[in-house]
């Protein structure tokens, strides 16, 4: 089930990645994955398709600000981010979240890039670059991965 940030035990929630507790193989890749998306359809839709596929822990943000709140106590595996977020944008949100945990590998989405933000959105370590609507199939092969 997506959790959202006002869920009290967002910080304490642990993903197991143990295979006997019946996850799914992807699950035992990616725990936890954090998404950002100013688009409360676009959340929902994309919750539900990594729950159900990837059988990993998402926690679902509106702002930068939101997702900031959660990774001094938590730690993800994946963050997907959108480009136009309010308070920062999603290349300065991966930034921070990058040098918190070098280690989270990062997804870019957006309906409209230039080819100047997407060039610095891999010099920015970003891995995979998406436009919406993205297909889920993509999406959850790229976290997969």
């Known amino acids: 089930m997506t959790r ?10 642990q993903s197991s990645n143990d295979p006997s507790d019946g996850g799914s193989h992807a699950a035992d890749r990616v ?4 998404l950002v998306d100013d688009d409360p359809l676009v959340l ?5 398709w990594l729950e159900a596929e990837c059988g990993a822990e998402v926690i679902a943000c509106t702002s930068a600000e939101q997702a900031m709140a959660l990774t001094s106590p938590a730690r993800f595996d994946v963050c997907i981010l959108d480009y136009q977020l309010t308070g920062a944008d999603g290349l300065t949100l991966g930034a921070m979240l990058r040098e918190l945990n070098p280690a989270t590998r990062l997804i870019l989405l957006s ?3 230039s080819p ?6 891999l010099e920015h ?5 998406f436009r919406k609507p993205v297909s889920p199939k993509h999406l959850i092969d790229a976290i997969i991965l």
Not at 4 to 13: K, L, Q, V
Not at 44 to 48: E, F, M, P, T
Not at 125 to 129: H, S
């Open 4 to 13: 959202r940030p006002t869920d009290s035990a967002i910080a304490s929630t």
């Open 31 to 34: 725990a936890r994955i954090l």
């Open 44 to 48: 929902d839709a994309l919750s539900g």
């Open 111 to 113: 309906g409209n890039l």
């Open 116 to 121: 100047a933000v997407e060039s610095l959105a």
């Open 125 to 129: 370590g970003f891995g995979r670059i």
